[in-house]
């Protein structure tokens, strides 16, 4: 059996009884950005619990096209896009396989992992539902002016 100890974190803990107070360790932000992979941090003042939110870094060196579609957290975002006769590009960003479905059978994809993509390309004007199979209550859909 293996045990976790303060030697094993990613950031050097002080002996016992030496740490300058109690409470939490104080990390420099760009130093604690780095080890968890963000990007960028912000903070709300809220009258709630704290909720954090993170964007992968890979996310920051690119700007996401005005026809993409992120798939994260069990949903589309962008639902409602206006392809304008473009192609659509579909990345899964969550942790769990999902696929993307037109309901009048027009389109499919494969089922795509995190990061994998599929794309299509809209040219007929209309509205396109689509869903995650996998999924169900995952829907969305695309418009095309």
Not at 4 to 30: C, I, L, R
Request: glycine share 6%; with cysteine; hydrophobic share 35%.
């Amino acid at each position: 059996m293996s045990r976790s100890t303060a030697m094993s974190t990613a950031f050097p803990q002080p002996a016992p009884g030496s740490a300058p107070s109690p409470g939490p360790m104080k990390v420099p932000d760009d130093r604690l950005r780095k080890v968890l992979g963000l990007s960028r941090v912000s903070f709300h003042d809220v009258n709630h619990p704290i909720a954090i939110t993170d964007v992968p870094l890979e996310a920051e060196m690119t700007a996401a096209d005005a026809h993409d579609v992120v798939v994260d957290n069990f949903g589309f975002a962008r639902d409602g896009v206006d392809a304008g006769g473009t192609t659509i590009t579909w990345t899964n960003r969550d942790d769990v396989p999902h696929n993307v479905v037109s309901l009048e059978q027009k389109f499919k994809s494969p089922v795509l992992d995190t990061d994998q993509q599929f794309s299509h390309r809209f040219d007929a004007p209309g509205t396109y539902k689509y869903f995650c199979s996998i999924h169900p209550r995952m829907a969305g859909q695309i418009v095309v002016g």
